[in-house]
């Protein structure tokens, strides 16, 4: 491009003479001319300029006068004055107000080389402002990075350290900042820093996991990445920290929860199972084998008709099918062994994942004793009837042992479904609810998270806030807990009243966003779920109390619940003196 030249003269022979002396050695330009202040400062606004080349005597306007206005409104366009005569004293007059260099007008073999060096010095200038901008941007970045990092010397002291690297400490910048590492951190030492210090210098990135108390302290399980490098010229260890005190813990927790998970799926009185898309075998409990019994590990990757006779695997096969329908089957199936006869009550239901395909769970009970019992007191309807109830009632049960494998998945609210249901039936005993409801009211209670199997078990227990993803996931609970119940005779509304737990009179809640049809039932649960949850901890954040959780239901009486079922609660909570259970 070529360079734009804006020349200060009031002699048009003299510009033009300029330009050729500069095209004539080899500098293309494209110029301009003015010759007094009001144009100069108009066009100075209007657009940039490489070079200006000002002469020194101009008729009404003072050449010191137009480097000044130079300076002040293109600063990054360099002065060069040029003038028909100009002694040492007006030289240095017009470099002390801006200007880069002078040229007489009657040797102007010097205007080309000068112009040249002018343009080079503004991009040296130019190019060092940038670089400076760069790292004052660098050194901001670091300052205010959500990693804690800092820099160590080799003798342990530490150079620099970010505000997350004092926060993440717990101590001010003078606590931490000239401090060898070991007056930081309570767990180092001189000695294992300097072996540590060896192995970053002979690796370049070393990675570790370590115990460390700071000033504060606190004991904190750190994930530390350290890079060697030279600062300078000064052997300096960068290192970049990860506080993994709560996902450390939350892991514990999931290993004791699996673990838990495991002995009851030992203790089931039956088979617990699940399939992957391709009708795969991805889970199944241990339990007590029996003679001829395939072990539960040889289930894991294949399908009922890699396993099972023929027409069992068949009946087994078109239930899973139905089940990634979308049905919740409900089957009793008659199982021929090599030594017995098993009678099994089976319940397959779909298990919906967002962005994943859905999986199908299954449950099995040994109802033989009861088909047996069936058979024997057909002839009456009244054994008949009580048969049936007894089947019902395992089934209820088997349903409400779902509800505490939810639980043995998340540990932090073991116990939150029974205490919802603690809360909700003296509410509805509050509001003289008829007691065959209330019944009703607290089975749904007990089992009224129990979609939450369809949730990963990291996304229940994670510690931190949960993505936009995360909590959609979380909202499906409420529909799939519907549609594990809603197969099931229950003699009460107990899948709806799940289904309708979390709505809201105003139409903001999930999953259908209900403003009216909204169960009696329903209206006690929600309130109760919600103060046992905001009474209860979480691993995202503590117990906020029962005070905060009736301030809650109270605010949004009328608008969220409703108003007698949280006037009944207010009782219960403020008056009457109602707690939880341990």
Known sequence: MRPRILVVDDDDSDARLMIRRLENDGVEVDFERVADERTLRGILTERQWDVALADYNIPGFSGLEAIR??????????????????DEETAVATLTAGAVDYVLKDNLTRLAPAVEQALAGAAARRDLRRAAEDARTSQFVLDHSSFPIALLAEDGTVVYANQSSLTLAGVPA??????????????????????????????????????????????????????????EGVPTVVTYTRDVSEARRAEVALRESEARFSAFGRHLPGYLYMYDEAGRYIYTNDRVLHEGDIPPADWIGKTPMELWPTKDAAIEADAVHRAFG??????????????????????????????????????????????????????????????????????????????????????????????????????????????????????AAVIHDIGKIAVPAEILTKPGRLSAAEFRLIMQHAQVGHDILAGIRFEHPVAEVVLQHHERLDGSGYPNGLTTDILPEARVLMVADVVEAMSSHRPYRPTLGSAAALAEIEQGAGRLYDPDAVAACLRLMRDKGFEFSA
Do not use: C
Request: proline content about 5%; aromatic content about 6%; cysteine-free.
């Open 69 to 86: 206005i130079i300076s002040e409104l293109a600063p990054d366009t360099p002065v060069i004055t040029v003038s028909g005569a100009i």
């Open 174 to 231: 003078e606590r931490f900042v000239g401090r060898k590492v070991w007056e930081v951190d309570a767990k180092e030492d001189p000695e294992h820093w300097a072996s540590l210090w060896q192995t970053v210098r002979d690796r370049g990135t070393v990675q570790i996991e370590r115990a460390a108390v700071y000033p504060d302290g606190v004991d904190r399980d750190l994930e530390i990445t350290m890079n060697y490098m030279q600062r």
């Open 326 to 443: 979308g049905e919740v089957v409900d089957t009793v199936q008659t199982w021929e062994g090599p030594t017995r006869v098993e009678h099994l009550h089976s319940l397959f239901f779909p298990i919906r994942r967002e962005d994943r395909p859905p999986l199908v769970g299954g449950v099995s009970i040994d109802v033989s004793a009861l088909v047996t019992a069936e058979d024997e007191l057909r002839r009456t309807a009244e054994q008949l009837r009580e048969t049936a109830g007894h089947l019902r009632e395992t089934l209820e049960g088997t349903v409400l042992a779902m509800g505490q494998i939810v639980e043995t998945r998340d540990p932090y609210t073991a116990g939150h479904e029974r205490r919802v249901a603690e809360l909700a039936v003296a509410i509805a005993r509050e509001l003289g609810m008829d007691e065959n409801d209330v019944e009703g009211l607290r089975i």
